[in-house]
């Protein structure tokens, strides 16, 4: 007879459905005991009515106990509106359904407790089914000091947000790794850009600060920061999109792994612009303070030294006519009379040129748009005895711009660089005087050229100094180049010589301004 081991007894359902009563009634203890132990509130609802609860729901909530839950709405602990606007029966009722449905919810929900104060929460909805009947199961946790922390961490963020903006500062993140760079919103306002059409990477922004010698620094500035770990600070200036160029002042630290590898570079950023220009206009205004002072010294030296010269010589004369005259030696006398006429002379000049050098000394008004022509016309009528007298030629551009100034004033300079050309052009044996100039985006150029003796590199600045003359023989009293620049300063404009060297010439050029919108 065969034998049957117990893998061939046949199926004993008494025997099954017991171990199944057992394995689920150790479901329903654990079940239980976790309900119970959840530090959530959870309750069980039918319909419209809580069925069951645990001991954190009635804690939760500032309850007594679980009969103040037991057969009650959900409605009783839930403010008719929610903080989004919402209508909370008609909102709860769309959740429920899908819910019930078996479309698990997750959601936040403001309820009330016991006190009447509200608090919130992140609720869990989800189907239930027992003994072959639907519930659902609701697991509430309280999230107040949560959302207590995000309001915080959110008006922080706000706060710090406006003391950027108020600092006009921002900061930057840069991973080394995969060359992202984040920038907050106040960099993108600081620099003037769109962060919808810029993406800044290393290459775009680099791209903003194109000189070389910033670009050079900025580098070594980062590579010992790297190496040293320290925090980096920088002067930078930058192009804005109108090509106009602003200024900020960054620090940067380098942040590194566990290994001591660089992982990422951040830093800040603040507009110093306004900062920065008047540090600039601070620096020219002290300039000119210097110059003008330098001008000064010089015109006190002239009036203790180079007035009295004239004085000592004329007081020595009459002295001398007077003796002449007691021994009535008239030959003696003529001649004494006329030292003493070309000494007042020489003091008449200086005090001319004195007073013509004080009066360009402020900007004369009166600026309107000149065709250089017509100037240079004037002023080659007013000098053509002396052109003629050293048989000069005068070459002039035929497309010489319009200018914009003062029209006395522009023609004091064209008539004080074209007498200087004359005075200077040496003994060549074909003097030659050459005039013109042309516009460029930011200014009008004008120079005179003469083919004279010429001027060393290290006497370019000292020409235009006032009564600084490189021949102390020649004619005038060293007024004239000062004159001219002072005029050409005052509309705004620089001016400059080139020459290269004795007997190659000299090239006066001068830069007018366009006029203001």
């Known amino acids: 007879m065969k034998k049957h081991d117990a893998s061939d007894q046949p199926f004993d359902d008494s025997v099954q459905q017991s171990e199944a009563d057992e394995v689920l009634a150790g479901i329903e203890q654990s079940y239980r005991t976790l309900f119970e132990a959840a530090s959530d509130a959870i309750f069980i609802v039918k319909g419209n009515r809580f069925v ?65 104060t509200f608090f919130d929460a ?40 406006e003391a950027q903006q108020m600092a006009q500062l921002g900061h930057w993140y840069w991973d080394v790794k995969t060359g992202d760079v984040d920038w907050s919103e106040e960099v993108f306002k600081i620099f003037r850009l769109d962060p919808n059409t810029f993406t800044p990477q290393i290459d775009s922004i680099m791209a903003l600060s194109p000189w070389p010698e910033d670009s050079q620094r900025h580098k070594e500035l980062m590579d010992k ?51 920065k220009m008047a540090e600039l206009e601070r620096e020219a205004l002290i300039k000119t303070l210097e110059q003008k002072n330098a001008e000064l010294e010089r015109f006190t030296y002239t009036v203790s030294h180079d007035l ?3 004085l000592v010589t004329i007081e020595g004369f009459l002295g001398i006519i007077k003796e002449q005259s007691a021994i009535k030696n008239l030959p003696s006398v003529m001649d004494y009379l006329e030292r003493i006429s070309n000494a007042s002379k020489k003091m008449r000049t200086l005090l001319q040129d004195l007073l013509e050098f004080s009066r360009v000394g402020s900007s004369p008004g009166d600026y309107q748009s000149i065709p250089l022509q017509n100037i240079v016309d004037e002023a080659l009528e007013l000098l053509k005895p002396q052109l003629e007298i050293k048989s000069i030629s005068v070459n002039i551009d035929p497309n010489l ?39 460029t985006n930011k200014d009008t150029v004008v120079y005179v050229k003469d083919n004279g003796i ?18 102390g023989n020649s004619e005038g009293s060293g007024v004239g180049l000062s004159i001219v620049k002072r005029i050409v300063e005052v509309h705004g404009g620089s001016i400059h010589v080139e020459s290269a060297g004795p007997d190659q010439g000299s090239k006066f050029i001068f830069y007018l301004p366009h006029p203001r919108d």
């Open 52 to 116: 069951a609860c645990n001991q954190s729901a009635v804690t939760i909530f500032g309850c007594s106990n679980k009969n103040d839950f037991i057969g009650h709405s959900p409605w009783e602990f839930s403010p008719p509106i929610q903080p989004d606007g919402s209508d909370s029966k008609q909102k709860a009722i769309m959740l429920v359904k899908a819910a019930s449905d078996g479309y698990a919810q997750r959601f936040e929900w403001k309820h009330i407790k016991k006190d009447k």
């Open 225 to 275: 920061v790297i190496t040293t770990g320290e925090v980096g600070t920088f002067e930078q200036r930058f192009l804005f999109p109108d090509g106009s160029t602003g200024y900020y002042y960054s620090t940067f630290q380098g942040i590194f792994d566990q290994n001591n590898s660089l992982i990422a570079i951040q830093g800040t950023v603040q507009d110093i612009t306004d900062r």
């Open 454 to 471: 010429g001027i060393k590199p290290e006497y370019f600045d000292k020409i235009f100094r006032l009564f600084d003359k490189l021949d």
């Open 401 to 439: 711009p319009v200018i914009y100034g003062n029209k006395e004033r522009i023609s004091e300079v064209i008539i004080n660089l074209i007498e200087n050309a004359i005075k200077y052009i040496g003994s060549v044996s074909d003097p030659q005087i050459s005039i013109g100039g042309k516009d």
């Open 122 to 161: 992140e609720v869990s909805l989800n189907r239930l089914t027992l003994d072959g009947k639907v519930y659902l199961q609701a697991i509430v946790r309280d999230i107040s000091m949560r959302k207590q922390n995000e309001q915080a961490l959110l008006e922080s963020e706000a706060r710090l947000k």
């Open 308 to 310: 009295k010269t004239p």
